[in-house]
């Protein structure tokens, strides 16, 4: 597979990537030490912050949702790396803070490895965090162990509502609760239709024939429930949703959460039809999406397919969901 992008030097990327980004939402994010992004209005020092990690590549996600109501500051790893501990507890020691940080980590092997270490610093500086493992990709299946499920799209409505809660003024126990709940009721699936290539090899990080697909990719590659032919999307919608929604146990009468994730090269129209599909289903089961949002949060480069994210609402996390944001990625008036 022949790599086309608008690119300089590959040795670049993230450094490029990052400069262009700052410059082009300033009035909400600022970069900081080459690898920071952080918000451009810091947050009063008496309310939590709240922290993430991850590589680059996987754009707007991480760093576009930084910004007021969402994330304090997002630690950028090279493309598809995780950032090496020193520079994420430079990141949680800026955000120390009596009313404490919460950071928030995807489970992937990197980040779990430079978070784990940042922790233990900062634990010996006597930083007030607590930490919260995200894992809601259910491809190993819905009774794995978090430990071997992938932290996928499901970061993003996690800040949103952990982030609304302590704009709110919630103390630390209440953050890490709100997280926690939403962590425990979400789960997320992805299917792929085409490989990405990595920008800075050029090489394809997969590979699928023309007619094929596969349910339970993972974001880099990684083996998903094998290779089928390719369905339609009413097919794929049911297919996905059936396993999503025993997953956090959901049935007629309740209020889910629902997200569409564009991987990076497939369409809206797709996205929107995928949707459609996947709100016939549920509303046959009785099962009611109260918000839900189609676009692309977290992506794979050029990789085509999507990831499907459901999550079961109650009145608080709903009203965390609706509180205002403004972030280059997600704005709530």
């Known amino acids: 597979m022949v790599m086309k992008k608008f690119i300089n030097d590959p040795a670049n990327l993230t450094a490029e990537l990052l400069e262009g980004f700052a410059s082009a939402y300033r009035d909400k994010i600022a970069l900081v030490g080459e690898k ?12 939590v912050a709240i922290v993430t990690l991850g590589g680059a590549g996987h754009e707007p996600a ?12 997002s630690v950028v790893g090279d493309i598809f790396a995780a950032p090496g501990p020193p520079k994420v507890f430079e990141a949680l020691k800026m955000a120390d803070r009596e009313a404490g940080v919460l950071f928030v980590v995807l489970n992937h092997a990197g980040d779990v490895m430079s978070a784990n270490v940042a922790m233990e610093m900062a634990a010996e500086e006597g930083l007030n965090v607590k930490m919260i493992l995200t894992h809601e990709d259910i491809a190993p299946g819905m009774d794995a162990p978090d430990e071997d499920r992938r932290g996928l799209v499901g970061c993003v409505p996690l800040y949103k509502v952990a982030g609304a809660a302590a704009e709110a003024g919630a103390t630390l126990d209440e953050v890490y609760a709100v997280a926690d709940k939403y962590n425990r009721n979400m789960a997320t699936l992805a299917v792929a239709l085409k490989t990405a290539t990595h920008p800075a090899s050029g090489q394809a990080i997969f590979e699928l024939a023309d007619d094929e697909m596969e349910i339970g990719m993972g974001q880099h590659g990684e083996a998903g429930t094998g290779h089928s032919k390719i369905m339609s999307a009413d097919q794929t919608a049911a297919t996905m949703a059936e396993q999503l929604i025993k997953a956090i146990g959901v049935g007629s009468g309740d209020k889910i959460l629902a997200l569409i994730n564009g991987a990076g090269a497939t369409t809206l129209m797709e996205m929107f039809i995928v949707y459609r599909g996947l709100d016939k289903f ?11 949002r189609c676009g692309e949060l977290l992506t794979v480069q050029e990789m085509a397919g999507f990831q499907m994210h459901l999550a079961k609402l109650d009145d608080q996390l709903t009203e965390l969901w609706d509180a205002p944001c403004d972030t280059p990625y997600l704005t709530v008036r």
């Open 282 to 292: 549920l509303a046959d089961k009785g099962i009611e999406i109260a918000r839900g």
């Open 62 to 73: 991480l760093s576009g949702f930084v910004g007021d109501g969402m994330l304090d500051i």
């Open 36 to 47: 920071l992004v952080v918000r451009a209005n810091p947050k009063p020092k008496e309310k």
